[in-house]
Nanobody, 122 residues
Framework: QVQLVESGGGLAQAGGSLRLSCAAS????????MGWFRQAPGKEREFVST????????YYSDSVKGRFSISRDNAKNTVYLQMNSLKPEDTAVYYC???????????????WGQGTQVTVSS
């Protein structure tokens, strides 16, 4: 069992930055690939980014590529999402999730956090 707790959400202006963190419980964090997803009001949840178990491989959706950066610290059981050049359309609840293998499909993820709200004002 893995428990995930996101933090770092809040209000930012367009063009600004936020860094999300996701802390995982347990001693097996390095056994899981991690992903970030988001859900905007009235929309389905969508993939944002994923990182491999070692952190050597990352992948981003086209909508955030070049602006967001995913990283992890296995010693701290934490995965991060650095969000730069924020746009109003980035407004959503952001979720972190854990999977056995890095993937873009949410059905590949076994554990989910409760989400953290990110609001970007224009």
């Amino acid at each position: 069992q893995v428990q995930l707790v996101e933090s770092g959400g809040g209000l930012a202006q367009a063009g600004g930055s936020l860094r999300l963190s996701c802390a995982a419980s347990g001693r097996t964090f390095s056994s899981y690939a991690m992903g970030w997803f988001r859900q905007a009001p009235g929309k389905e949840r969508e993939f944002v980014s994923t990182i491999s178990r070692s952190g050597s491989s990352t992948y981003y959706s086209d909508s955030v590529k070049g602006r967001f950066s995913i990283s992890r610290d296995n010693a701290k059981n934490t995965v991060y999402l650095q969000m730069n050049s924020l746009k109003p359309e980035d407004t959503a609840v952001y979720y972190c999730a854990a999977a056995r293998v890095a993937a873009t499909g949410e059905n590949r993820y076994d554990y989910w956090g409760q989400g953290t709200q990110v609001t970007v004002s224009s």
